[in-house]
């Protein structure tokens, strides 16, 4: 997979995330209303899953921190030939 592609396959993830947090919340909500014979179940559900889903967003794209640890030292000596 090209750089490209790879780049706009993690973008239509987020686009998911935030489409389907309030989508699969509210659809909760909207199932314990139906039980219960309420109407603000739904409403909360959907409030939830964006916060939800946004949270989740943050944290993916968040920068990930750099390894501090000096590098091993080289042990190969570049020459490939055998001895």
Not at 12 to 39: H, K, M, N, R
């Amino acid at each position: 997979m090209s750089a490209g592609h790879e780049g706009e396959s993690q973008v239509w993830g987020l686009i998911s995330t935030l489409v389907g947090g309030p989508a699969v919340w509210g659809a909760i909500g909207y199932g314990v209303d139906q039980l219960l014979e309420t109407q603000a179940f739904l409403p909360v559900g959907v409030v939830v899953g964006f916060v939800t889903s946004f949270y989740i967003v943050y944290v993916k794209t968040q920068a990930q921190p750099v390894d501090s640890r000096p590098a091993a030292p080289r042990t190969d000596t570049g020459d490939d030939a055998p001895t």
